[in-house]
């Protein structure tokens, strides 16, 4: 008899399960087992063994579900690794990889047939028979040339490649034509090509169309190559427009080509559209898509079509996607890896993708790309030290330049009358200007994690905390400025610290208020709006995108959404409301996110025409972080920002780990956190700051507050993750505070 280390969907350890022999099971196999008296759930076979463990009852596995191994012993071991570094458990991974497992195994994902599991297919076109032959061909030429010299040159063409490409049937890959679809099907209606749709086989690879690069992009790819080969990550920096994509579709032609399979991550994929587009062109068939959108069952399907692949895959998806099995890895793409995006911090595993990305590299010993016009500083510094290579693209491709960025000073403009409710005169200008070219303009406003500040009308100064650099944020309960992370307060001032003048302010405004200010401005313009409000389904979000891309719309104001990574061609004017709201961001990255921020949605203006224009308004024109983005210096704005982190201790100098304690009794919550800060005090003394209430004081009639960790880089993280299990097991433990939740976040954000 044997004994199986059984996963279950479920944040709890192994279960021991015996196996008759008889059921074939081996590791990484589903499996379904009775779990409690009525339950029953498909679980992955972890590691077996012929020692009886001596618990008196061992239940039997019941069967073998699928006869595709679901696990490699590389997944077991990337997922363990995740388990391990952010404190939850396999169990939890499982649970975030196949959410159709994640109810007793009755369900959909059970009912899933193998046999039925769509077998990715490609098209292949060959002449028409008769045309086949090179006499059939010389004939029709002949005979048609004069009249329809488009048609003759078209099958010309796909002959000739049929020859060069060594495809005996005469059959070639649609990828490798560059015809326009519409002229194929124009061919074909004519009878004079067929199309078979062929099955891929991973393994026997390919070749692909891939764009000519330019001499700067071809740089970068054969630096990334040479970093790959010395097993060294690569940090791909290049500005917006640069052409990055292209130099990833060669990287992903490679890897296929050796018939392995390759994943790139994006950080949402309803912006991926324009990307999907290009990448299916070029990889007819193998692209799979992968997002929280689909349902349970259809990941489910994916998750186990991809077990039993045997190469040649391109997976696009988002920060889930890396615990997709992928059987014959070779690159991993991570795209705008300084996206928030990346991080999972409402669930266990609190993961970041980014990193992991790194880790599943290591593990599969592939190569692996970051990619981003604005690098985190975690991965710049890894650059800097050496760890990771540093590829840098400077200039925008073909002619395209880089927009001139205009800083207007909002406090000047008040006082000179040339400010109308949130719009500058040089804004309302540019947009004017933009409009009447018949061109666009994009408003950026930033509402997601806004967060009551106060601001003076005189000068633009902020109060912030002393001990942790960060803003201040006006406290409803107390009525206090305070800082979320150690809990310095100061009553709200009534009159500037720094000037004193008696002019200070609350600050703040959404999306919707611009939309109605700027409609007012401009009556006959065609505005839209595109925010967490607006674009709640995926259609809706299409719906705006497509108008605004359609040019049915000229002034689209949104909110970060709009800064991500569209290509847009119209737009001539970027226009940023309000960047103090950024740079007052209560958080210790505010102003790496803010930089962040701008540069992307600078990056949407004048991709195509000339020149675009950004106009950032701002309060405080002189701040550093406005400078560099005004002349687009990634780098000094990096030098500053690391020398803060620094003296401060933060990131990408230390490790935050932040523990979340949720209650519904208050007091006894403020209890719990006063007792687990001080158990934690006495193992980590100053590394510990708070606890303080969330962000989020209260959320579905809990009320929450947290506790920071700052673990320095050198500092064994795997040992202050020991030390603070102790004392979330310790306090677990006690039945005073058993109603007290305590969930831990390691690189919390
Ligand atoms: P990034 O991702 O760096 O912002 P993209 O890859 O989106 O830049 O490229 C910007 C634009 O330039 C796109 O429209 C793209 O088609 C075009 N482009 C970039 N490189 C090439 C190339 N080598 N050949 C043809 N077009 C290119
Ligand atoms: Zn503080």
Request: with cysteine.
């Amino acid at each position: 008899m044997l004994y199986a280390q059984v996963v279950l969907p479920l944040a709890q350890p192994m279960y021991t399960f015996s196996v008759d022999e008889e059921l074939g099971v081996g590791v990484g196999d589903a499996v379904v087992v009775q779990f409690g008296s009525s339950r029953f759930y498909t679980g992955i076979v972890w590691s077996l063994s012929d020692k009886r463990p001596d618990y008196p009852r061992i239940k039997p596995i019941l069967k073998r579900q699928y006869t595709t191994t679901l696990l490699t012993a590389e997944s077991q071991r990337f997922w363990e690794w995740i388990a391990e570094y952010y404190m939850s458990t396999v169990g939890e991974v499982m649970r975030m990889a196949l959410p159709s497992l994640a109810k007793p195994s009755a369900t959909s994902f059970a009912e899933i047939d193998e046999h039925s599991l769509d077998v990715p297919k490609e098209s292949y076109i060959a002449l028409s028979e008769e045309l086949r032959s090179e006499a059939g061909l010389m004939e029709y030429v002949a005979r048609n040339s004069r009249r329809a010299p488009r048609r003759t040159e078209l099958l010309d063409i796909i002959a000739a490649t049929a020859l060069e490409r060594g495809c005996e049937d005469g059959f070639v890959p649609r990828r490798l034509l560059n015809i326009p679809s519409d002229q194929l099907l124009m061919l074909r209606k004519r009878g004079l090509i067929v199309v078979q749709e062929r099955e891929i086989k991973g393994a026997s690879g390919g070749s692909f169309l891939c764009p000519t690069l330019s001499e700067a992009q071809n740089s970068a790819l054969t630096a990334i190559r040479e970093a790959h080969k010395e097993s060294k990550v690569a940090l791909l920096h290049g500005v917006t427009g640069s052409g990055k994509t292209e130099i990833y579709i060669h990287l992903i032609a490679e890897a296929m080509s050796r018939g392995e399979s390759v994943l790139m991550l994006v950080p949402e994929i309803v912006i991926t559209s324009q990307l999907v587009e290009r990448l299916e062109r070029i990889f007819e068939g193998r692209v799979t898509t992968y997002h929280s959108r689909l349902t349970p069952l259809r990941r489910g399907r994916t998750f186990l079509r991809l077990a039993a692949s045997t190469g040649g895959e391109l997976i696009v998806g988002v920060r889930s996607s890396i615990f997709l099995p992928l059987p014959r890895l070779g690159l991993v793409i991570v795209d705008e890896e300084h996206d928030a995006n990346y991080k999972q911090s409402d669930m266990a595993p609190r993961y970041n993708a980014r990193d992991m990305a790194v880790v599943l590299g290591r593990i599969y010993g592939v190569g692996v790309v970051l990619g981003s016009a604005t690098p985190s500083l975690e991965s710049y510094i890894n650059a800097l030290s050496g760890k990771y290579a540093y590829v840098e693209l400077k200039e925008r491709w073909g002619d395209g330049v880089l927009p001139e960025v205009v800083v207007s000073d909002t406090i000047r403009a008040v006082k000179r009358g040339e400010r109308k409710t949130h719009f500058n005169r040089d804004l309302i200008l540019d947009v004017e200007r933009a409009l009447r070219g018949g061109d666009q303009a994009i408003l950026f406003q930033n509402r997601r994690g806004y967060a009551p500040y106060i601001q003076c009308r005189t000068c633009g100064y902020s109060p912030r905390c002393p001990h942790c650099n960060v803003t201040l944020t006006k406290h409803k309960a107390t009525a206090r400025m305070e800082c979320h992370y150690c809990g310095y307060n100061i009553p709200i001032p009534t009159q500037c610290p720094n000037c004193q003048v008696q002019d200070i302010a609350l600050m703040g405004f959404g999306t919707e208020k611009a939309v109605e200010e700027i409609s007012r401005l401009f009556p006959d313009a065609r505005v839209d709006r595109l925010d967490g409000d607006t674009s709640t389904s995926e259609r809706a979000f299409k719906g705006i995108v497509e108008r605004f891309e359609a040019r049915e719309t000229d002034i689209l104001v949104g909110t970060q959404i709009v800064t991500k990574g569209f290509d847009f061609e119209g737009v001539a004017t970027v226009g940023i409301l309000n960047a103090d709201n950024l740079l007052s961001a209560p958080d210790f990255r505010a102003s790496e996110r803010a930089f962040q921020l701008m540069m992307q949605v600078a990056g949407r203006a004048g991709r195509h025409n000339d020149r675009g224009r950004v106009i950032i308004q701002t309060a405080q024109p002189k701040h550093p972080v406005i400078q560099y983005v005004a002349s687009g210096d990634y780098h000094g704005m990096a030098r500053t920002e690391l020398a803060e982190r620094k003296s401060f201790g933060y990131p990408p100098y230390s490790h935050l780990v932040r523990l979340l304690l949720r209650c519904e009794d208050y007091e006894l919550l403020r209890r719990a956190s006063h007792y687990v800060a001080g158990l934690m005090r006495q193992k980590f003394g100053g590394r510990v700051m708070g606890p303080v209430s969330s962000a989020l004081e209260m959320l579905r009639g809990e009320h929450r507050s947290e506790i920071l960790l700052k673990i320095e880089v050198g500092a064994s993280m795997q040992r202050a993750r020991g030390m603070l299990a102790d004392v979330v097991q310790q306090v677990a433990q006690m039945k005073e505070y058993k109603s007290v939740k305590i969930v831990v976040d390691v690189d919390s954000w």
